[in-house]
């Protein structure tokens, strides 16, 4: 079992930048591949960026790449995505979550979800 807390969201202007944190309790979460995925009002939930166990792969999605990067302290229990560059389409509510497989950008291979926490990005 393993519980996900998220923070760091928040309102930015344009061009702006945040950095989203995901801290997980319990002491397997090096055992766990991590993603982000975020949900905008009236879209589907979204791949953002995904890491491996050991934080040696990533994988982000087009529309992000080259401004998100997504790491991991596991001595920290603690997922980290940063947002350069943000865009008013990067507004949504971005999830972590934590999978027992490896890298992927399929929701339903993350069995554990965060709350969520809330980017606005204004123009």
């Known amino acids: 079992q393993v519980q996900l807390v998220e923070s760091g969201g928040g309102l930015v202007q344009t061009g702006g930048s945040l950095r989203l944190s995901c801290a997980a309790s319990g002491r397997t979460f090096s055992s766990y591949a991590m993603g982000w995925f975020r949900q905008a009002p009236g879209k589907e939930r979204e791949f953002v960026a995904a890491i491996s166990q050991s934080g040696a792969s990533a994988s982000a999605a087009d529309s992000v790449k080259g401004r998100f990067t997504i790491s991991r302290d596991n001595a920290k229990n603690t997922v980290y995505l940063q947002m350069n560059s943000l865009k008013s389409e990067d507004t949504a509510i971005y999830y972590c979550?934590?999978?027992?497989?490896?890298?992927?950008?399929?929701?339903?291979?993350?069995?554990?979800w965060g709350q969520g926490t809330q980017v606005t990005v204004s123009s």
């Open positions: 979550a934590a999978g027992a497989y490896g890298i992927s950008r399929d929701a339903a291979a993350y069995a554990y």
